[in-house]
């Protein structure tokens, strides 16, 4: 089965740091790249940032640029997500996701991990 899980969520207060991790399995994870998405309550789903598979390279969203970090760790199936300067606007559910290089969309999700970013 292919499996998408999301972890390390948790309370921070704002200006602290959160990593988050994305682990893969089920799919051939070096043929895909993953992106990272969050929800905020009442808002829209909001693409943050994404590593392409083939160069490593990244985007950002204009939202975290600066203040957030996407990696990948092939041998481990592992994409992490380094959020620095974190901002009550932050508070949201937290999901990665993996496209192939042939997808428009994204292919598979995870379940999602909260961050909730007090002031």
């Known amino acids: 089965d292919v499996q998408l899980q999301a972890s390390g969520g948790g309370t921070v207060q704002a200006g602290g740091s959160l990593r988050l991790s994305c682990v893969a399995s089920g799919f051939t994870f070096d043929d895909y790249s993953i992106g990272w998405f969050r929800q905020r309550p009442g808002k829209e789903r909001e693409g943050l940032t994404c590593i392409d598979n083939r160069d490593g390279s990244t985007g950002y969203a204009d939202s975290v640029k600066g203040r957030f970090t996407i990696s990948r760790d092939n041998s481990k199936n592992t994409v992490y997500l380094q959020m620095n300067s974190l901002k009550p606007e932050d508070t949201a559910v937290y999901y990665c996701?993996?496209?192939?290089?042939?997808?428009?969309?994204?292919?598979?999700w995870g379940q999602g991990t909260q961050v909730t970013v007090s002031s």
């Open positions: 996701a993996a496209r192939s290089p042939i997808s428009r969309d994204y292919d598979y």
